[in-house]
């Protein structure tokens, strides 16, 4: 698998008072596609947040879209 362009920016909205901080970030990547045996391009749109009660970040999928060429 390769990697692309990572795009991150803050998200539109105020920080909860629990001291969380959180993210989008945006990845093209080449990605295999099982039901029609090919690879092809992805975006892929991940959240990432740190949890300060555990003192860890997070990241986890929001969505994938096929790249439109």
């Given at each position: 698998?390769?990697?692309?362009?990572?795009?991150?920016?803050?998200?539109?909205?105020?920080?909860?008072?629990?001291?969380?901080?959180?993210?989008?970030?945006?990845?093209?990547?080449?990605?295999?596609?099982?039901?029609?045996?090919?690879?092809?391009?992805?975006e892929?749109?991940?959240?990432?947040?740190?949890?300060?009660?555990v003192?860890?970040?997070?990241?986890?999928?929001?969505?994938?879209r096929?790249?439109?060429?």
């Amino acid at each position: 698998m390769s990697t692309g362009t990572i795009h991150a920016e803050a998200l539109p909205v105020p920080v909860l008072l629990t001291g969380t901080e959180a993210r989008w970030e945006t990845e093209k990547r080449m990605v295999w596609n099982e039901r029609d045996h090919t690879s092809e391009e992805c975006e892929l749109v991940y959240e990432v947040s740190w949890i300060a009660e555990v003192g860890v970040w997070r990241r986890f999928l929001l969505s994938r879209r096929k790249v439109q060429r």
